[in-house]
């Protein structure tokens, strides 16, 4: 099974950036769906933004036109880099990835948006 380790979350104003990585420990994005979601307190998780084996991306209503995912196939690395934070997309934000027959997450990573 393959392990997967997130980063990049953190503290930061209303309108600023983060990016955040997603490592995986063997090559799996070129042939796996991925994407990335996120739990606020009392919330139940949500669908952030995904991206096909293909490279083909798709986003929620909420984060559309703010983030953007990406892969580096090379490093093994799924990335979702968000501008024009707000303080609703606070949360832990987790990785995942479906090859078809088995779906892993990662243990997420908190971003905390103050306004």
């Known amino acids: 099974q393959v392990q997967l380790v997130e980063s990049g979350g953190g503290l930061v104003q209303a309108g600023g950036s983060l990016r955040l990585s997603c490592a995986a420990s063997?090559?799996?994005?070129?042939?796996?769906?991925a994407g990335w979601h996120r739990q606020a307190p009392g919330k139940q998780r949500e669908w952030v933004a995904g991206?096909?084996?293909?490279?083909?991306?798709n986003y929620a209503d909420s984060v559309k036109g703010r983030f953007t995912i990406s892969r580096d196939n090379a490093k093994n690395t799924l990335y979702l880099e968000m501008n024009g934070l707000k303080p609703e997309d606070t949360g832990v934000y987790f990785c995942?990835?479906?090859?078809?027959?088995?779906?892993?997450w990662g243990q997420g990573t908190q971003v905390t948006v103050s306004a």
């Open positions: 995942k990835v479906d090859n078809g027959l088995r779906v892993s």
């Open positions: 063997r090559s799996i994005f070129s042939i796996s769906a």
């Open positions: 991206i096909t084996s293909v490279g083909s991306t």
